[in-house]
């Protein structure tokens, strides 16, 4: 029975969400398809936990979208053969956002400033 409480702690607006979506956000480099899931689960407890965990729930819609957004463009420039190394930063810049949000969800800290396009 504590094994259910424990699952369903990652479901729950929380740090342990917030971890799972940013898992969530790296397997789908091998995956593909669990950052949508991630960024639903973001929307879905967006303003229902702490401000400190809001803050990463904004860190990682943006880290979707913007990550989208570069990675349409990666692929449209294929076609002039640089789109190759869009996609490679895009996929750095992403691993980089996931690493930095796991540290500061992992010692339960906010997002400096979630808004940016760095890191």
Not at 24 to 33: E, K, N
Not at 35 to 41: F, H, N, Q, R
Not at 63 to 72: A, E, K, P, R, V
Request: glycine letters at 10%.
């Amino acid at each position: 029975m504590n094994d259910q409480s424990d699952v369903a702690g990652y479901m729950e607006p929380g740090g342990k969400n917030a971890t799972l979506i940013y898992i969530l956000y790296l397997v789908s480099i091998i995956v593909g398809i669990t950052s949508i899931v991630g960024v639903i689960l973001a929307y879905l407890n967006k303003g229902k936990a702490a401000e400190w965990v809001d803050t990463h729930y904004v860190y990682q819609i943006r880290t979707f979208w913007i990550g989208f957004l570069f990675s349409i463009i990666g692929v449209v420039l294929m076609f002039v053969f640089i789109g190759v190394f869009v996609l490679i930063a895009t996929l750095v810049w992403a691993i980089i956002r996931c690493i930095k949000g796991l540290q500061l969800a992992g010692r339960g800290e906010p997002v400096p400033n979630p808004q940016t396009w760095m890191f």
